[in-house]
């Protein structure tokens, strides 16, 4: 990294409100839902650019201004933000009708699309045969599901792969998409058939995406090319990551995983800026841990102080609304995603969530019989009979809303926080204390 981007780099706090923030990977450290809406919205001030790289509609970003309330799913979160540019990358996967849906309920609520939002002409599609699939396949699945959004994201990234998917620029070729599109549904409908299914109607389909073709036809263009321009003439870019690094799929718990790189490295892939423009890496995490659908949690909390903790952080799916499985702070997985991410800073979110929570533990390790594992482990297996080990902290029983800094938080609010920035290995840059935009700490470097 040349030395000029390095002091461009040095810390959110310093220069919040300045621009100084060259390219930042934002990336959710935990499972998902660590607050990255707000992060990134908060963050938005310092950016030109905010590019989404990876996931879809399965996302569910959530951002507080004023006493509005925006769930985002694909337009980034920047986008509350004037004067600001929003990309939907190649590495995200499109629901042309859920993308329309969006951009026409924003415009209602008085947020400017117009010349600020690109969508990359190599953004694959997402079709109602994928949506289909991923509910057949879930149903098949029974106890073994993974407990998908339905929002049929794993097919599509299947397609992709298999290089039988159809990209948002064919739809700007009526002709040729509608011939891609007609042997898609033929293909599929044989799939239908034999799990006694309805088979789907190539003319009705066809016909609704290339209405929405027509309608998003000013908002497809190379975004790629778009993009390094933008770093090139020294822009700040934001990339917003979806889901988080223990739902990636190479590094994930997998089976249950989401079907795209969310870690770091899937900034790269998923705009086409490359390695070396890239500045700086920040893992959002939440105070506590939750997930949503199946797979291994091993802080889990199944009493009452779990539904405690759903209560008090209103943790309900922003895409499906589903009650969110919640538990300790877990600094194995954070640790790990340290790791895998190369997060520099971190942005601790809900740290208010715990403000009445007399005693607070953090899991420091795994165990699994007389095994102690430090870093996740790969076998689905034994990371499901794993037991965390804690680590126990007094709570600071009183509100940490009102503060502005970080000194004006409670005591042990702050040794907890340094306990978890010291676990996990990187450098706490950011609290947040609230959903809205004026409930952020920043630190000084
Ligand atoms: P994302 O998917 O990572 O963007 O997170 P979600 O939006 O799905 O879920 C985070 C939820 O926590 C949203 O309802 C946010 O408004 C809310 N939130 C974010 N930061 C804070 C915070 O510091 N305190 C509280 N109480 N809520 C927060
Ligand atoms: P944001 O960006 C939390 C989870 C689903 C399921 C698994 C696979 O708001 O943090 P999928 O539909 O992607 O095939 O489902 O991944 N999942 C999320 N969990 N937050 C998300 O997004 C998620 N997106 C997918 O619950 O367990
Ligand atoms: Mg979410």
Known sequence: MPPERLRLASGLGVGYGESVMATTVLVGAQWGDEGKGKIIDVLTEQADVVVRYQGGNNAGHTVEVGDQKYVLHLIPSGILH?????????????????????ILHLRERGVSIDGNLYVSETAHLVFPYHRLLDEIREEQKGKRKIGTTKRGIGPAYAD?????????????????????LRRKIRENNEIFKAFGAKPLNFAKINREYLECARQLRPFITDTVTLLNRAVRDGRNILFEGAQGTLLDIDFGTYPFVTSSNATAGGACIGTGIPPNKVDRVVGVMKAYTTRVGEGPFPTELLDDQGLLLRETGREFGATTGRPRRCGWFDAVATRYSVMVNGIDELAVTKLDVLDNSPKIKVCVAYKDGDRIYETVPNDIDVFKRCTPVYQEFEGWLSPTKPAQDFDQLPKRARIYLQKLAQLSGAKLSLVSVGPRREETIFLQA
Not at 84 to 101: E, H, M, Q, R, T
Not at 160 to 180: M, W, Y
């Open 82 to 102: 004037p004067g600001k540019i929003s990309v939907i990358g190649n590495g995200v996967v499109v629901d042309p009708a859920a993308l329309l849906a969006e």
């Open 160 to 180: 992709k792969v298999a290089r039988t998917g159809l990209r948002t620029v064919d739809l700007l070729s009526p002709q040729r998409f509608s011939e891609k």
